[in-house]
Each structure stands twice: as C-alpha cells, then as structure tokens.
C-alpha cells in the first residue's frame, strides 16, 4: 500500500518538511474514516465546572502574581501568523469587479439591504475614526489624490484600492499585528505594540525584562522586526521596561497532506503531493520550543484601548496567579507521594477530584503521581453572546472518563440532536485568554506532545485549483492539542474580550480611544 501510495519524488517531499512516511499514512487514514465526533455530556457553569472568583480572592491572586512574576520565569506568547484578509472580505468583495463605487449608488444599494455596500459605506463614514487615517491619507496624497475629496464625492474604489493593496497601504496583504488598531495621546499603535505594553505590566521580572513569543508568516517576518527596532526603544525608555522578544513560524513538518475525497492523496496540476497550514494547534511544537514556564496566551486581535488596559490585567493577573497557586500545590503533593509522607495519596486523591475533577484510588500511586505531573493551564471563559467558536465542556473519553475541555463548534455531531442541544445549552465561551504551567517540579518542560488528544482532528471539505479535496486540521492549541492537561475554568468578564474581526470593529468604544 505504502509503494502505492508514494513514489519517490513523493518521499522526497515528505522528508524535505520533515514528514515522516508513518505520519503521513496516518493523516491518509484519519481522512477516510468518518471524524470522531467530542462526547459532550454537558456544558461547564457556573458552579459545575467554571469558577467564579470572588473580590477578596482577585485581591489575593493579585498578591500571589506579583510575587511571581518577579521570581518566575513569566512570558506572553500570540499567535500572530494570520493574514488579515478575513478582515476586509466585504471591501475586497466590492474590488470584485470594474465598478467605480460612486457614492450615490454605493448607498442606494446599501439602503436595499446589500450587506457588502452597506460595510463600504460604513468605512468611508468612519475614516476619520479609524487609527490608520492619516497613513492612507498620505498613501493618497502620493497618488495624487485627497482623502477628503474621494470621501465626499467619490469614487470610492481609489480609496479601497489604495487602502488595501500595494502601493498604497496594502493592508489586505498585511497580518493583523502590523495593523493600525488604536490612536491614543497623538499615538498610532498597532496590535503588536499593544501586546509589549500589555506585557510590560503583566510579566516583568524583577530586572525590568518582559518576554514575549509571537508566532508570525515567513514573509512577514521582517515587517514584526523592522517595527520592534523602531517602537522598542522609545517603548522602552516610556515604559522603564527591557522587552525580550522572540519570533518563530509555524515548522513545514506541521503542515498536514491534502487528501482526495476519492481516497488517497490529493495531488496539484503538476502531479505533486499537495500540503495545508494544519490550523493553530500546529503552533503546539511553537510552545515547546519557546521554553516557558508560566505563559499566558492571548490572541493578536485581542488588545483594547487605554481604559480598558486595568480590567485586562487584573483578570490576567488572577489567571496567572491561580496557576502559581496550583502548580505549587500540586508539585508539594506529588513530592509528598514521591517520599510516602503520611496521607499523601489520600490528600493528592481528594485534590485531584475537586481541582480538576479527576477521580484517582488513593491506592494507585502511580497514576496519582502522573496526574499531579501534567501541563496546567487556567482558561479564562466569557458568558456566552452568541459568538461563533468553542466554549467549555464536560467531555467523556474513550475510556470512560469525563474531564473539562475546550470543544470548537466543528468538533460537534452536526447529525446528533441531542449533542447539538448540549452545545446550545453552553453559557461561557473561549475567548483564547489562557495562562499556562509548561514546567515539571523539577524544572524541565513538560513534552506536550505527550497530553494531545490526536483523535481531536476537523476534517473539512476546501478546494483547489476548482477541485474539491479533504483538508485535516491537527487537534486546536487549547483543545484537543491541551486535552490531557490539568484544567480550571474561571469566569472573566466581556470587557477582556475585544477582538477585531472585521475593519469595522475597529469602530467600536473599545478600540476608539
């Protein structure tokens, strides 16, 4: 089967990305066979599987976060490899064709009810507002046209052209971290400047260092660079703060084959293996090789304006200090069983069963002492607005257990009524606000790669070249790829949660400073 499969020029692809021969059969397998579905069994509330956090128990959290910061080896890390595209479908979608936009006609489809029309007319009625107003008005100027003028009488399509593409200020080709998203006190930040002024607060050690990991594209890469060489210094100096930041992108071995619905591998025009981005739960071999201990992850689009900042760290900071709390308890306990001290195996049972609802005989050991030993994270869960994503779960296993986890909307039954109810039911949602523990109680880092759920795959119909083939996506970062992690849920307030998923959202109080 294998020397059906493969030829040699295809065994030259796979190992030029690192791809061994026995994963690539595997992926072949998890296409043909029907996508195992999460077994929910209810969705976490309040009370039953997400915590709320009291006044009194922030303020102590606080406590416990700034002694930690100060003596732990704290850091960010942002997934930040992403074009911004999605961004700017409706604007792009009205690039489509020759039509020059002019403004009566742009609003009169708009006032028909056109949901592409009425997004132009709405981002050219809220120029002013946006942080990269001034930019495209000299990306403008240097074609020889005003901003003013093109806004009033039109056509608008110069204005989306030079808005979105290369010469002007090309952002539809641009990640969402190099974007314009705030102006404040004369100041123009992008969403990776955010991130560094976040941080800076929220992980600074007792040197003044802050540590962030961004996750970037290749070709932008030089673009995150340049901007850090620019902004850092005068950041630095504002901020009394020395930032360390690292870069890395997402490893070609990660990438996962493109199948044929046929069966098989999908191969392009050129009769070569075809390969896809595996989603963000490739970034998991990322997280390792940033070498943390404490991390907390967040979202690149996920930064708001100044007054909002306070609200941000504080529930950070008592994510971050709930998982010192705990990472000290459970490495107490499992040196505790590793000595046999008297009623240790009872004490790690009984903590086990109400930290993370994992039900342990105080006579096994072992699997107390594996149990203790594994990545935590502290997820923070907003109530539920009805936004499209995934949300917190009682899941059951394949060997019968049902632990907490992180479900997304496509790892559901769509056939199954009864889970599709379960999934409705849910009254928190992820918000990708998230601190994790990734070092043993000796200090050296956990191997992730060990507690992924490998079975937690999506497996999706996409196309290419006009032909249909079967795309895999690796089990998600924060769900099944921290599947067999130690987890808590704790209830965080919607005011942490700002992201930017179209332009216009940038129009929106917490991104207008």
Excluded at 461 to 486: D, F
């Amino acid at each position: 089967m294998e020397d059906v499969l493969f030829t040699p020029a295809d065994l030259a692809q796979l190992e030029a990305r690192g791809i061994a021969q026995a994963e690539a059969l595997r992926q072949l397998a998890l296409m043909a066979s029907a996508p195992g579905y999460a077994q929910l069994v209810r969705p976490c509330t309040v009370g039953d599987g997400v915590e709320q956090l009291s006044h009194e128990r922030l303020v102590r959290l606080a406590v416990t976060h700034s002694m930690t910061s100060s003596a732990h080896a704290s850091s960010v890390f942002v997934p930040a490899s992403g074009a911004a595209t999605r961004m700017f479908k409706d604007l792009l979608e009205a690039l489509a064709g020759d039509d020059p936009l002019w403004p009566a006609q742009v609003r009169a489809r708009a006032a028909a009810g056109e949901r592409g029309s009425q997004a132009v007319v709405a981002f050219v009625e809220g120029l002013s507002r946006f942080a990269f107003a001034g930019a495209l008005e000299k990306a403008l100027e240097r074609e020889g046209h005003a901003l003013a003028i093109l806004s009033s009488k039109g056509p608008w399509r110069q204005l989306l052209t030079s808005f979105l593409e290369s010469p002007g200020l090309g952002y539809a080709e641009s990640p969402k971290g190099l974007l314009a998203f705030h102006r404040e006190d004369g100041q123009v930040r992008t969403a990776f400047i955010e991130h560094l002024r976040e941080a800076a607060r929220l992980v600074r050690d007792a040197q003044g260092q802050v540590k962030l990991h961004f996750t970037v594209s290749p070709e932008h890469r030089a673009g995150f660079a340049t901007l850090l060489a620019m902004e850092v210094p005068a950041l630095e100096a504002e901020l009394e703060a020395d930032f360390a930041v690292d870069f890395s992108e997402q490893h070609p071995a990660t990438d996962t084959l493109a199948g044929d619905p046929a069966g098989g591998p999908f191969r392009d025009a050129s009769g070569r293996l075809l390969f896809r981005p595996a989603g963000h739960g490739a970034l998991l071999r990322n997280l390792q090789e940033a070498h943390g201990d404490l991390v907390f992850i967040k979202n690149i689009d996920n930064v708001a304006v100044a007054r909002l900042k306070d609200e941000t760290f504080r529930w950070s900071a008592a994510l971050l200090g709930y998982l010192a709390e705990l990472q000290k308890e459970c490495h107490a306990l499992a040196a505790a069983l590793e000595a046999r001290a008297a009623d240790s195996a009872e004490r790690a049972s009984r903590f086990l069963a109400e930290r993370f609802g994992e039900r342990i005989a105080a006579d096994d050991l072992a699997a107390l002492l594996e149990a203790l030993d594994r990545p935590m994270r502290v997820a923070g869960m907003v109530p539920n607005t009805g936004e499209p994503g995934g949300g917190p779960f009682w899941v059951r296993g394949v060997q019968g257990e049902v632990t907490r986890q992180i479900v997304e909307s496509a790892q559901v039954d769509p056939a199954s009524a009864e889970q599709q109810a379960i999934a409705r039911a849910a009254t928190h949602f992820n918000p990708v606000f998230l601190a994790c523990a990734l070092r043993d109680r000796k200090g050296h880092l956990h191997s992730l790669e060990r507690h992924v759920d490998p079975s937690a795959v999506i497996i999706a119909r996409k196309s290419h070249g006009g032909r249909e083939l079967v795309a895999l996506e690796r089990p998600g970062l924060w769900n099944g790829a921290m599947a067999h992690w130690n987890t808590i849920f704790v209830e965080v307030p919607l005011t942490v949660f700002n992201p930017v998923k179209t332009v216009l959202d940038l129009l929106r109080p917490e991104h207008q400073g």
